[in-house]
């Protein structure tokens, strides 16, 4: 191959192209496709700019409107006073968190072997459990939390509820994942001993999936804590409530307060997860970045 | 490690070597029993400390649970296999408002995630730690994005309903902000982790900076942008759900609304409508999100 690149010739191009055509762009379809995507995507998002308002007066009105009457109230943070008051009501919205969390894991353990393939014969429980926990995690915090705001009434319990539904679907799903990727050999390690169905259980399947769960159940807790800060702005206890009370109330510089502390909260809980399961459970490598991103 | 060192300082005296292993047990056995009875105390005093500030009432959750299934039973009205299509045709009597919602609700979920990740994504390029110009520039779009994504997506909804008023403009603008914090940061990791030999290679072979980027950096990037935000379209259709219920539009305000008036029937249609939209959409997003992932594959 000393061919020199003054040597090659049209011709050589041309039989080049010939044998592979991938070699010089993509194939006529391929970039009609591409194109008409991009083209459909810019169609359906300014018609949606157009359906909505946003090319409108009004809406540069409402920007300015933003600016002046939202934002520039907000500055600077006032109600120092009601410090107490607002960490006392976090101190709430993390207690929903705590309880929630520990509530529907405490329901979906038990589920959770229901939910597994390995450890449940039959295929229609087994099919009829997953999809149920599915159906509880479809709804959002928010949804369940104005229902059981109606049912049970204002305060930190309807949030509680909330939380433990949504988490016990959330738990069976990833408690039965745990156990189905256990190792088989400790338990028949155990059966060769005699051991019974309990031993199996205590000695070989809970050691293996028991650091996991309580990985998966920590990380839900510093989820929740999240969730739970705004579960209050449908009246369901916690910070959100103050928060929501102080917006329709139009107290923006309490309102900025309030979310300036609920940002510091959501760091400092972010934070001493990661240290408590570094210490804990050391699989901090788990944790994927596209986690960090999943904020409520 | 601890054990077989001490395998090899016992010597050849078997009998040394049970004791000190039995001996060297024993002290593990007991720091595992102090390690398990101090994490035992805190979480039973977090536990306390929890009952305490929620004044939880066992008796008033277990005196809820029947008024919650009640409420929820009352959702599903009577349907006769006989009479079906009237009976479900009452249930469904808002039907036509409500897909209306829904199709808004749709579209802002759309919006927002196509605004979110054109603001979101032009920022990342200064959060990229190989790409910002200098430290300033780099930390402000880093604290911009924080903000952005830390507070709450309903909490930015609050606000832009004071100025903007009731309806679809402010839940866009909360998931607009929401979701632009969310991409710039996301995006920004995959800008700090491109591999510089494509650009060497088109910089060598006479490309000038937009060949670098156009055939360098976003082949690369691309793939994961798209993934990305198939996946955040997922998100935002669930968000979109609820922003409604301070008043920023779609079907969450019919929802609130109904669950306010306590139109049971109604409430129980409309989060039909919502599961249904938002398993549909799940799926739609899984397919379109593999294949883009396939491309990535390719691509390095």
């Known amino acids: ?134 159906l509880l995690r479809a709804f959002d915090y928010l949804i369940w939390a104005l229902i059981f705001v109606r049912a049970v009434g204002l305060g930190p319990l309807a949030g509680i509820m909330a939380i433990a539904i949504v988490e016990t679907g959330t738990f069976i799903k990833l408690y039965s994942e745990a156990i189905e990727n256990l190792d088989r050999k400790q338990i028949d390690g155990v059966t060769s001993l005699g051991g019974n169905w309990l031993h199996k259980i205590w000695f ?93 | 490690m601890a054990i077989s060192k001490t395998l090899n300082s016992a010597g050849t005296n078997p009998r040394g070597v049970v004791a000190q292993f039995e001996q060297q047990y024993a002290g593990y056995r007991r720091q595992k029993r102090v390690y398990a009875a101090l994490f035992g105390t805190v979480f039973v005093l977090c536990l306390i400390a929890a009952l305490v500030t929620t004044q939880f009432n066992l008796w008033k959750l277990i005196a809820g649970i029947p008024r919650a299934t009640e409420f929820l039973s009352k959702m599903l009205p009577p349907i006769h296999l006989d009479s079906f299509a009237k009976d479900f045709g009452e249930w469904y009597w808002g039907a036509a408002e409500w897909f209306d919602s829904l199709l808004n609700t749709l579209l802002m979920a759309y919006l927002a995630t196509v605004l979110g990740t054109i603001i979101g994504g032009t920022i990342s390029f200064f959060a990229a730690r190989n790409l910002a110009q200098n430290y300033l520039v780099y930390w402000v779009a880093r604290r911009v994005l924080e903000i952005a994504r830390t507070v709450p997506d309903i909490v930015w909804a609050l606000l832009f309903v004071l100025a903007f008023g009731i309806g679809e403009v402010a839940g866009i603008l909360a998931i607009t902000t929401h979701t632009l914090g969310a991409q710039g940061k996301l995006f920004a990791e995959v800008n700090e982790n491109i591999n510089p030999l494509p650009i060497d290679g088109i910089r060598s072979a006479g490309g000038n900076w937009f060949h670098e980027m156009r055939f360098g950096v ?17 998100l935002n259709v669930r968000s979109a759900t609820i922003v409604g219920f301070v008043g920023a539009g779609g079907i969450g305000l019919d929802l609130f609304t109904a669950v306010q008036m306590l139109y049971f029937a109604d409430v129980g249609a409309i989060l039909l409508i919502i599961v249904a939209t938002v398993m549909v959409i799940d799926m739609l997003s899984e397919k379109f999100r593999h294949s883009a992932i396939g491309k990535a594959s390719f691509a390095h």
């Open chain 1, 1 to 134: 191959m000393s061919a020199r690149l003054a040597d090659i010739t049209e011709v050589d191009i041309a039989a080049e192209r010939e044998r592979n055509p991938g070699a010089f762009g993509a194939p006529l379809r391929q970039r009609l496709n591409a194109w008409m995507a991009w083209g459909g995507t810019t169609a359906l998002t300014i018609y949606c700019l157009y359906r909505f308002g946003l090319l409108s007066g009004n809406f540069l009105h409402g920007v300015s409107k933003f600016g002046e009457t939202v934002v520039a109230q907000m500055f600077p943070p006032a109600g120092y006073g009601d410090i107490p008051l607002f960490l006392k009501a976090m101190g709430e919205t993390v207690a929903m968190a705590f309880l929630g969390t520990l509530l529907g894991a405490f329901v979906a353990f038990p589920f959770s072997f229901l939910a597994s393939k390995n450890m449940t014969r039959s295929r229609p429980i087994q099919f009829a459990t997953r999809r149920g926990a599915d």
């Open chain 1, 204 to 296: 070989g399947v809970l050691p293996q999936v028991l650091p996991m769960m309580l990985s998966n159940t920590l990380y839900m807790f510093e989820h929740n804590t999240r969730s739970a800060t705004i579960l209050g702005i449908v009246g369901a206890g916690g910070i959100g409530f103050l928060l929501g009370d102080r917006l329709r109330a139009y107290e923006l510089r309490e309102a900025c307060l309030i979310i300036i502390l609920v940002v510091l909260t959501v760091y400092a809980i972010d934070y001493l997860s990661k240290f408590l399961r570094e210490q804990l459970i050391g699989d901090h490598k788990r944790r994927e970045p596209i986690d960090d991103a999943v904020q409520i």
């Open chain 2, 218 to 234: 976003l082949p690369q990037v691309l793939p994961n942008y798209l993934s990305y935000t198939f996946w955040r379209i997922e």
